[in-house]
Nanobody
Framework: QVLFVESGGGLVLPGGSLRLSCAVS????????MGWYRQADGKQRELVAG???????DYAEAVKGRFAISRDNGKNTVYLQMNSLKPEDTAVYYC??????????WGQGTQVTVSS
C-alpha cells in the first residue's frame, strides 16, 4: 500500500514562503518521477511541479521562478519550497507520482492559504 503524507502548509501573508514535505511509504522513491499537485476550491487538481528520477525538473508557468521541487530518496521524501506566495496559490497541495508514474492513491494533502 502506497501512502503519501503531506505536511508544512499553513496560513501565510502574500510574499511569504512555505516549505512542504511529502513522506512516501510503500514504494522506493528512487524508481518514481514525482510531483506536487494542488487543488483550489472549485477547480481541478493540477500538477505544479515535477521532478524526474535523476533530478530533472519542470514547473507550471504560474509557479516558475517561485517554487522549487526537490527529493531525498534516502528519506523517501519530496519537498516543495514555495516563495513569493500569492493569494492565487491558495489550495490543498498533494504529492504523487508524475508523468506516467501516478499512483492510484492520494494523501490528505496540506492546506496552503495565502491571505492578508
Amino acid at each position: 500500500q502506497v501512502l503519501f503524507v503531506e505536511s508544512g502548509g499553513g496560513l501565510v501573508l502574500p510574499g511569504g514562503s512555505l516549505r512542504l514535505s511529502c513522506a512516501v511509504s510503500g514504494i522506493s522513491l528512487s524508481n518514481y518521477r514525482m510531483g506536487w499537485y494542488r487543488q483550489a476550491d472549485g477547480k481541478q487538481r493540477e500538477l505544479v511541479a515535477g521532478i524526474g528520477r535523476f533530478g530533472s525538473k519542470d514547473y507550471a508557468e504560474a509557479v516558475k521562478g517561485r517554487f522549487a521541487i526537490s527529493r531525498d530518496n534516502g528519506k523517501n521524501t519530496v519537498y516543495l519550497q514555495m516563495n513569493s506566495l500569492k493569494p492565487e496559490d491558495t489550495a490543498v497541495y498533494y504529492c504523487n507520482g508524475a508523468w506516467g508514474d501516478l499512483v492510484d492513491s492520494w494523501g490528505q494533502g496540506t492546506q496552503v492559504t495565502v491571505s492578508s
